[in-house]
């Protein structure tokens, strides 16, 4: 019922900055939570931010700081503003949809399994 679209992606050197933006379209109604996801090559899939309908927002420790997550609600845009980027960002990114309540709590708890509606990626490269 409802689809993402992440763009923004690029090779960027270590210290510079990229904005991701996740579009989303379909019954965008339902969403309660937009978030960011990352997962690098042999590595598991890691929570970087999120943003619950209210505004309220959570970023992961290694993120905090240098990312932040907002919405234009209206427009159904998430953003990820990724600033003093590091090697150890590469990853390809995936912004998620939540239906549930408390989702945002449940984000930050690590609790992810109830964000069911995932873009497709985009790719994240940072060189040192």
């Known amino acids: 019922q409802v689809r993402l679209v992440e763009s923004g992606g690029a090779s960027v050197q270590s210290g510079g900055s990229l904005k991701l933006a996740c579009s989303a379209s379909g019954d965008t109604a339902i969403i309660y939570c937009m978030a960011w996801f990352r997962q690098a090559p042999g590595k598991e899939r890691e929570g970087v931010a999120v943003i619950d309908n209210g505004g309220a927002t959570n970023a992961a420790d290694s993120v905090k700081g240098r990312f932040y997550v907002s919405q234009e609600k209206a427009k159904n845009i998430a953003y990820l503003q990724m600033n003093d980027l590091k090697p150890a960002d590469t990853a390809m990114y995936y912004c998620?949809?939540?239906?549930?309540?408390?989702?945002?709590?449940?984000?930050?708890?690590?609790?992810?399994?109830?964000?069911?509606?995932w873009g497709s990626g985009t790719q994240v490269t940072v060189s040192s």
């Open positions: 998620a949809a939540s239906s549930t309540p408390g989702c945002g709590v449940l984000f930050a708890a690590g609790m992810t399994e109830d964000f069911e509606y």
